[in-house]
């Protein structure tokens, strides 16, 4: 299995296509493997990489604290090990984060990036909805974990349309044989609840679409719109009537949105 060592950790990753390279990063507990619906369109343009973070699948899983700037350097490091000088990136939630801090501390390595259901800076809400998930992930049976992080993401004509997917990732995550270990959740949400780009925003001069999804209430439409003018010259697409999760949710309009803007920059 491909594996590169970086940042004092081995990373997993895979590739699907070819061209320029497109680096891929998932939000919170999620494998890179959960971008194949979007690099099965990506990969028609693109050398697709998807990363395992740090804390998740098949990378390294150490003990935290881990920060958004401590994953972007895993990330500048494997771009480095694959001798990639400068790509395009898009980040999901937790990944939207990395992907700032790597446009933030790695200029250089970042020509344009989608940001999707992300933020620069949490509210005390929000922190406290992340706090409360590092709790009760310790007590909760997976299943019913799962059921409360659907609950959270997915926007109510989603839930109501695809319910029977829904009770079958519950169960999946039940009986999933390699979950992420405490070490790694409580890492990845810490990296979450500390990230804080806010006053540096406006240095960032790429091409950047913030994409969100209007009824997300897991990071609402609030925390996009700073991004949006907060980052010069970006441009934002608002998904109506879906959730965290509009990347699946409205799946053909992501897909083919953001394509457009990652093959015009």
Request: with cysteine.
């Amino acid at each position: 299995m491909p594996y590169i060592n970086t940042n004092g950790i081995k990373m997993y990753y895979e590739e699907k296509g070819s061209g320029e390279p497109l680096i891929l990063i998932m939000g919170f507990g999620a494998p890179g493997s959960l971008w194949e619906l979007h690099a099965n369109e990506y990969s028609k343009h693109f050398r697709c990489i998807m990363i395992d973070n740090r804390g998740v699948g098949n990378s390294d899983q150490p003990i935290g604290p881990y920060s958004s700037e401590m994953m972007a350097s895993d990330v500048a490091g494997l771009m480095d090990e694959l001798n990639i000088e400068s790509c395009r990136v898009a980040g999901i939630s937790m990944g939207g984060t990395i992907a700032q801090s790597l446009a933030l501390n790695h200029p250089d390595k970042v020509k344009s990036m989608v940001l999707i259901s992300t933020w620069g800076k949490f509210d005390k809400y929000a922190v406290s909805v992340y706090e409360n998930l590092i709790k009760l992930r310790k007590v909760c049976d997976p299943a019913d974990f799962m059921e409360l992080i659907q609950l959270w993401i997915f926007a109510t004509d989603y839930f109501e349309k695809n319910i029977k997917d829904l009770k079958q990732g519950q169960i999946d995550a039940r009986n999933n044989p390699n979950p992420q270990s405490e070490n790694g959740f409580d890492g990845q949400l810490n990296a979450c609840m500390s990230h804080d780009s806010i006053n540096d925003l406006n240095k960032i001069n790429i091409p950047t679409l913030i994409v969100v999804g209007e009824n997300d209430i897991f990071t609402p439409l609030a925390f996009s719109l700073t991004l949006h003018e907060k980052i010069l010259n970006s441009k934002i697409l608002r998904i109506p009537r879906t959730g965290h999760a509009c990347h699946w949710e409205d799946l053909e309009l992501f897909n083919n949105e953001t394509t457009k803007f990652l093959i015009e920059n």
